[in-house]
């Protein structure tokens, strides 16, 4: 659970990945250009754009890369439907020209570990040994949290203890810790979404207005699963914005200290 | 805790904000181009920019507008060298010019509707009675979870009930709820951040193998606020980045359905 050498040395890796200027400008654009639009047009979203923008959601950084995030494109027709209505047919809903299901998934860290470990293996790609021990022996002892989370409530003991005399990593420890820890990471790739979406020139809107348990039934979602938001998308309607940004005073909420 | 009207109408409003073009493959790879960037070098990041980031942070789209979100950036040489050590000296810490401790409040939201409020009545903006009376009305019902969580559990058998026959919204209905609830919008808006910061030339790691515990002490953080994240940041060194990007296969995670 604690200090593994990938923490505490940097890996000797023929390896560089040089970071491109970006025009700083056009990037605030799109930040200061994405509202939560709530009405759009009857112009269509063409696919290969939505599908750029998903894969670019997946692009977000996401906790020991387990990628516990799923996105759930509803095109059919009757789902669609269903869907605005679960999402209390909202304006921001039934005007969109598509809607995705962003889904915070609790239950495929093991699964997806696995995936890692045997990409690793079947690579030709250099793994340092901190690495491969991470995803083999601490990956599997952070976020098990076994039968009725009695694991979990076992590790915030030895964490306790620990933890009075040594800087020690608290979390997750609890199936509610699981949930924070997924759908954390999760909402990174939805701000990747919405930004895409504002970056093709189309908008968006995040909902957590809406029946997750109807919605969890329509997509067949496991216990695991858990609704992190629906975001809706299509084209600003000239009344799609409902006023000016509030925000409240950044004092409030940036400290300098 | 149902359909309030500004579900259902769109407000008459004399207000447009028209969505500008944004160059796309400028956007694209600011999204690509960041990488968790765990070694970096000892050019400083100028203060305006790092403010200006933090200012941008606060652009994401946030939970009912209650930005229940707050970003410690960490100066302080004493502190910055504790919370290093709090992130276990990992090198992405160690190595970091700015450190900013990025914090869910689960207890703010009645502060932050309250001044909502107030601003609402002291402009001369043009508010819909739909907005004021969510801001009234919707929002104490849904967000308070009671003494001991007691009003969250009446609000979930209510909803159990209601939710047979009608369509109904779910969360949150306690504590976990709300955990989850802060630590996304805060996630949305750490998202922003870092993107900001590798529009700027700079590079970020986000980090959750922290002491939350002692971090929290250090900033004084009462009991609903929790560590979201950790985001180091500076100038990518040339061992900066540990191997190419690793994403399992995109078919896992976006479903066309």
Redesign the interface.
Known sequence: M??SSI???????N??????????K???????????V??FTDEPIPEDVM?SC???A????T???L?C????????SS?KEKLK??C????AASTAQELVVCVARTDTWKK?NE??LS?FENSD????RA?LSYYRKIVPLAYNQGFLGLFGIFKRIVIFFR?VKK?????PTS??DM???A??????????L???L????Y?SC?M???????IKKL?HLPKGA?V??VISAGK?A??G????????N?K??????
């Open positions: 604690s200090k923490f505490s040395t940097i890996p000797k890796l390896y560089e990945e040089n970071a491109p200027d970006i025009n700083t056009e990037f605030i654009k799109t930040i200061q250009s994405r509202r939560s709530r009405s599908m998903l894969e670019l997946l692009l977000a950084p906790s020991s890369n990628q995030w799923e996105f759930y494109w509803v095109k059919d789902k209505k679960y209390l047919s909202q304006p997806n995936q890692i990409d790609r250099e793994v340092p690495v933890g800087v020690t990593p608290r979390e199936f509610s949930r924070v820890w759908h954390k990471t999760t909402a990174l790739a939805c701000q990747n919405m930004l895409s504002r970056a093709y020139g908008d995040p957590e207005g809406m029946d997750s348990k109807r997509l858990q992190c938001m600003r000239s009344n914005v409902y006023g000016k940004r509030l925000r409240l950044s409030r909420f940036i400290k300098v200290i």
